[in-house]
């Protein structure tokens, strides 16, 4: 009888553990194995001193990108896999797009920021799930979020990086 009390407490300090480091995601539905459900989206995060600067637009030849490995999703849950392959911190805000918006083409203020209202979640934590600090360089951030049939712009909103190019449309179906 201890020892079965003693296996669970071990058993429930384990769980407890790995919800701290962020590898168990309580904050989804529909994820009762803990990882990544739904359809999954694998983003790259980059900047110059990243290995290589690819995927900046033809609009921004800047020095930063946001990388998708698909533009398209089937609606319901969407896990996000986002690794920062820079060499300073990133971040990936969803954001949902008007039917006439262009993507890139958000105004943005003296803080050289998009609104982010609307937002519909971010991956934004070093190693872990949901909203945090930024990405550090060479980690990887995940976020799960139910979205809808329609179109919206991944971005990454820390100082100046949306306008150096560090946005991505993605189509909802
Ligand atoms: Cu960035």
């Known amino acids: 009888m201890i020892v079965a009390v003693l296996v669970t407490a071990v058993i429930a300090l384990v769980a407890s553990a ?22 999954v989206v694998n983003i790259s995060l980059t900047d110059s001193g990243g290995p290589m600067g690819e995927g900046t637009g033809p609009m921004h030849p800047g020095a930063m990108g946001l990388n998708a490995d698909r533009a398209t999703v089937p609606h319901g849950a969407v896990s996000f896999l986002v690794t920062n392959a820079g060499a300073v911190k990133h971040e990936m805000v969803i954001l949902p797009m008007a039917d006439s918006q ?4 958000r105004p943005f203020g003296g803080d050289a920021k998009v609104d982010e209202a ?16 930024g990405i550090a360089p060479g980690a990887s951030s995940r976020v799960t979020v139910t979205l809808a049939p329609g179109r919206y712009e991944l971005v990454c909103n820390l100082m100046g990086h949306y306008v150096s190019g560090m946005y991505r449309q993605l189509t909802v179906t």
């Open 118 to 133: 609307g937002s519909l979640g971010e991956a934004s934590r070093s190693g872990g799930v949901g909203a945090g600090e």
């Open 102 to 105: 262009v993507v890139g083409t």
């Open 18 to 39: 790995a919800v701290a480091g962020g590898l168990i995601d309580r904050s989804s539905s529909g994820d009762a194995s803990g990882g990544p459900s739904g359809a």
